[in-house]
């Protein structure tokens, strides 16, 4: 199955790859071989505003979970930006995914499943990555999760 | 020499590759061309426990250290699960290292010793990696310490 | 260009790459592939000190700015010192810029551009990496930024 039909499958629309604000001049994703690095993203809405929060204060875990969630998906927008076709996908290889919580909150990895989820119901075995998920002092405007991603590509064809 | 005999020689037993727990998805690792990328990884005991707690509050240097050397046994585990056989090492290249510390610990770095020193100590020249060393504000279930490492393998023969 | 022409014109003068220090053993970067992974560097000047301090305290957004910068120069010395000649750089990749920061500080990301910046200035469109910006509970020795970076490169001719 096209990974577009799986996404329209699962209820997701992307929406359109974030623009990096005119006053940064980093790029959301840079291409190396056959591997994409993707920059951290954050939770944006269709709105185009971000969730903020805390973990452990002003956000619980499902908050959290879907703020993964929506990461991800401005992540795919990106990825999908970059290589034009997601079909092109061989692997999602690695996730790095930041938390804004508390000293106490120890569940950074169940607030990332949101992202991990995801990424294996769209991408199936490909989807499925090694990850890390820790806890931060700050995100960039408070946002509640950042997350990053290496991923494996076929060349084009 | 092969690098169970040096394993050995170190009085270190492998244990056997952590299992992702059941409500999570990702896996320990996945190889991509000729690298390997590892899930963060904790400081898991034999008896399966973790060591927990906050450098600069709960733990101390040398308990960091001890903590940091169990994470790098962690890893290595799950790297031979994944390659299937620890000679396969080209190359340990990265290794990113996450403490759970107070605000004024500035140590993160000689805690990290106990997984380099480890892998240097275990693979020679091999094991010298490049390296980041960072204090969290949180870490899954208040674990010490969390390691994810980039290895260089070769092709199976 | 060349890039050392380009470093003069931007009144750069590369510092002799950092000497990790005896009592660590990983190695300031690692070249695997066409890719080099290099080590988290800080904010080292010219005297061989280091700008500490922490964002929302101590330093504020011009003063990070200038560490980030700091940070990237010194990555580039050790770049050069890893793969001879600069001219051999293909694309800087990624970035991940940790800061060190108050539990308020929204800022990460316009710290880095201090990093960033540079980067672009001198490698043009060679030097738009991908990137993360996170804010950090602590740093090795208290310092303001540590930066790590994955660049790649042409084969050596």
Same mark, same amino acid.
């Given at each position: 199955?096209?990974?577009?039909?799986?996404?329209?499958?699962?209820?997701?629309?992307?929406?359109?790859?974030?623009?990096?604000?005119?006053?940064? *001049?980093? /790029?959301?994703?840079?291409?190396?071989? @056959?591997?994409?690095?993707?920059? =951290?993203?954050? !939770? $944006?809405?269709?709105? &185009?505003?971000?969730?903020?929060?805390?973990?452990?204060?002003?956000?619980?875990?499902?908050?959290?979970?879907?703020?993964?969630?929506?990461?991800?998906?401005?992540?795919?927008?990106?990825?999908?930006?970059?290589?034009?076709?997601?079909?092109?996908?061989? *692997?999602? /290889?690695?996730?790095?995914?930041?938390? @804004?919580?508390?000293?106490?909150? =120890?569940?950074? !990895? $169940?607030?990332?499943? &949101?992202?991990?989820?995801?990424?294996?119901?769209?991408?199936?075995?490909?989807?499925?990555?090694?990850?890390?998920?820790?806890?931060?002092?700050?995100?960039?405007?408070?946002?509640?999760?950042?997350?990053?991603?290496?991923?494996?590509?076929?060349?084009?064809?």
């Amino acid at each position: 199955m096209h990974v577009e039909d799986r996404l329209k499958e699962l209820g997701i629309e992307l929406p359109p790859a974030w623009d990096v604000p005119s006053d940064f *001049r980093f /790029v959301r994703a840079v291409t190396t071989g @056959n591997l994409v690095f993707i920059s =951290g993203h954050g !939770p $944006r809405r269709p709105d &185009g505003t971000h969730v903020t929060g805390r973990l452990g204060e002003d956000l619980d875990l499902d908050a959290g979970y879907e703020a993964a969630r929506l990461t991800a998906i401005q992540c795919l927008a990106s990825l999908k930006a970059e290589i034009g076709d997601l079909d092109r996908v061989v *692997r999602i /290889v690695k996730l790095l995914g930041f938390v @804004n919580c508390t000293e106490k909150f =120890g569940e950074p !990895p $169940r607030v990332m499943n &949101g992202a991990s989820d995801l990424l294996i119901d769209l991408f199936g075995e490909r989807g499925r990555h090694a990850r890390s998920a820790v806890g931060m002092q700050a995100l960039p405007n408070g946002i509640a999760v950042e997350v990053e991603m290496v991923v494996e590509i076929a060349p084009a064809s």
